[in-house]
């Protein structure tokens, strides 16, 4: 079975740039995750989707964080303008329900330059 | 509020040694417990969970975890450590959605 996969593995880019991440979840996982981990700390939730519908997303900068996971399957994560501070690596997990554990991805890894 | 803290935030353990990785949870009722390890420009592997019944639960790779609940801790246990367990170790709990702690990077002397 395959896992959690997300591309691009790593990104460079220049700030003010826009940038996008994608995540396809396990196979019939209706609860997809993204998590952004700084250097050296543990991941931190960015939102949280059940099926189609982002069900908790107050940790998300809307100011410049946008995601998006239509149809309840894949989702993208996007940043517009990136700062420096975004530099991290952004996680994607899925589970089968809200209550089930998480598998993760490889994650993204963005420098932000 | 909701969090996880691991006190350790650097362990260095002589190959063939044992280990124990410390976890405190603050929540208002017992949450589901994870333990989780990060080998570097890796993603996260779930080692152990505790759902329920049984408060001693094995995992992957030789690792074990004890769930106290009057102290509220989740420790992760090893009885002889080997080179490649050298990694990030993060715990976690899930109530809804799962949050981790800072993590305790695990260093091991050939």
């Known amino acids: 079975e395959a896992g959690v996969v997300q591309s691009p593995r790593y990104k460079i880019i220049e700030k003010k740039q826009p940038v996008a991440f994608w995540c396809n979840p396990i196979s019939g996982h209706n609860t997809l995750y993204w998590y952004r981990q700084n250097l050296g700390q543990g991941p931190e939730l960015l939102i949280r989707?059940?099926?189609?519908?982002?069900?908790?997303d107050s940790q998300l900068p809307k100011d410049r964080f946008s995601a998006e996971r239509l149809k309840g399957v894949d989702s993208t994560l996007k940043i517009q303008p990136a700062e420096l501070g975004d530099s991290a690596v952004y996680l994607c997990?899925?589970?089968?329900?809200?209550?089930?554990?998480?598998?993760f991805g490889q994650g993204t890894r963005l420098t932000v330059v | 509020a909701q969090s996880v803290t691991q006190p350790d935030i650097h362990i260095t353990v002589s190959e063939g040694a044992s280990l124990e990785l410390r976890c405190n949870y603050s929540?208002?009722?017992?949450?589901?417990l994870f333990w989780y390890v990060q080998s570097p420009g890796q993603g996260l592997q779930l080692l152990l969970k505790y759902f329920s019944g049984d408060t001693l639960v094995q995992g992957i790779k030789g690792f074990e975890a004890e769930f106290k609940r009057s102290q509220s801790s989740f420790n992760l246990r090893k009885p002889s450590v080997h080179w490649s367990d050298a990694a990030e170790y993060f715990c976690?709990?899930?109530?809804?959605?799962?949050?981790f702690g800072p993590g305790t990077s695990l260093s091991v002397i050939p």
């Open positions: 929540y208002g009722a017992t949450p589901y």
């Open positions: 989707y059940e099926n189609e519908e982002a069900v908790d």
């Open positions: 997990a899925s589970s089968s329900g809200p209550n089930t554990e998480a598998f």
């Open positions: 976690a709990v899930l109530r809804d959605k799962v949050i």
